[in-house]
């Protein structure tokens, strides 16, 4: 599946977010799983400078938030009760969410 592929199967899964989750589709899950993938290495990213302007990949940020519906989330607190570490399982990296 080649990157605008990823891109139509993530918006149609976006219009039904409700239903998403873990046993969804092979193919919506795939593609959310490559996108965050290739986001991970960097070959594509939620926001790209081109003539000078800004420009946001709704998609990626979409395949992004369907991501946390699909993948186990680790809650761990960090320094204090105000910091917790956001890890969903498909990540190398953390969120850490300030409270």
């Given amino acids: 599946m080649d990157i605008k592929n990823f ?3 993530i918006n149609k899964a976006w ?3 409700d239903q998403i989750n873990s046993k969804s589709n092979k193919k919506i899950l795939s593609a959310i799983g490559k996108t ?3 986001l991970d290495v960097g070959k ?3 926001a790209e400078k081109k003539n000078n ?3 946001v990949n709704q998609w990626i940020k979409k395949a992004i938030l369907l991501s946390f519906k699909i993948n186990k ?3 761990r607190k960090f320094f204090s009760p105000r910091f917790i570490i956001f890890n969903p399982d ?3 990296t953390h ?3 300030r409270f």
Avoid: M, Y
């Fill in 7 to 9: 891109e139509k199967t």
């Fill in 15 to 17: 219009d039904v977010k």
């Fill in 36 to 38: 965050i993938d290739l």
């Fill in 44 to 46: 594509i990213r939620v």
């Fill in 53 to 55: 302007e800004w420009n």
């Fill in 73 to 75: 989330i680790t809650i």
């Fill in 90 to 92: 498909c990540f190398h």
């Fill in 95 to 97: 969120f850490i969410c």
